[in-house]
T-cell receptor
Framework: DGGITQSPKYLFRKEGQNVTLSCEQN?????MYWYRQDPGQGLRLIYY???????QKGDIAEGYSVSREKKESFPLTVTSAQKNPTAFYLC????????????FGPGTRLTVL | KQEVTQIPAALSVPEGENLVLNCSFT??????LQWFRQDPGKGLTSLLL?????REQTSGRLNASLDKSSGRSTLYIAASQPGDSATYLC????????????FGKGTRLSVIA
């Protein structure tokens, strides 16, 4: 059963702590993406990766970090430097950047206590 | 910089009505345009992808049109049903190559039984 999985679905974090969100895909896609969604603001791109061992900053990369050591995995770390991390985080993938349909995971809702 | 606008932000219609959702973009140099659906608290699901050389795409009760020269796309939903209630997002793929999708903020649709 192919698709994108994100875990956990809900995540709670104390202020000042780093936290890592998981994203895994078995679609054999080269491109992967992380978005942040806040009410009324639409999707904002955090980071994207075109291929293994390569990634680029999106529009709101400050306070976040990523790695792409394997084709199927693109974890996102929310660091303590991110001033307002409470949001809904979505991971997506596509065969290539932009030219193909993007497939999205179910999302992780992060709440900072 | 490419900007995507969706108007209205929210729409409420009675069941059975045909409706049109609008999407406009500022730069006509696009590779394709995609429409997505998002249910509350979920990820996005791809509905239709229109290549820049195409004028429209159809899937069931959905029909998406593209007028690249005027920077506009519409999503037509025929015979709306309560199950169509969701947020619909439009996204364009810039023609500059290797650049991620640019999303609109979406139109929240409510179909009242």
């Amino acid at each position: 059963d192919g698709g994108i999985t994100q875990s956990p679905k809900y995540l709670f974090r104390k202020e000042g702590q780093n936290v890592t969100l998981s994203c895994e895909q078995n679609l054999n896609h080269d491109a992967m993406y992380w978005y942040r969604q806040d009410p009324g603001q639409g999707l904002r791109l955090i980071y994207y990766s075109q291929i293994v061992n390569d990634f680029q900053k999106g529009d709101i990369a400050e306070g976040y970090s990523v790695s792409r050591e394997k084709k199927e995995s693109f974890p996102l770390t929310v660091t303590s430097a991110q001033k307002n991390p409470t949001a809904f985080y979505l991971c997506a993938s596509s065969i290539r950047i932009s030219t193909d349909t993007q497939y999205f995971g179910p999302g992780t809702r992060l709440t900072v206590l | 910089k490419q900007e995507v606008t969706q108007i209205p932000a929210a729409l409420s219609v009675p069941e059975g009505e045909n409706l049109v959702l609008n999407c406009s973009f500022t730069d006509s140099a696009i590779y394709n345009l995609q429409w997505f659906r998002q249910d509350p608290g979920k990820g996005l699901t791809s509905l239709l992808l229109i290549q820049s050389s195409q004028r429209e795409q159809t899937s069931g009760r959905l029909n998406a049109s593209l007028d690249k020269s005027s920077g506009r796309s519409t999503l037509y939903i025929a015979a709306s049903q309560p199950g169509d209630s969701a947020t619909y997002l439009c996204a364009v793929s810039p023609n500059s190559g290797n650049t991620p999708l640019v999303f609109g903020k979406g139109t929240r649709l409510s179909v009242i039984a």
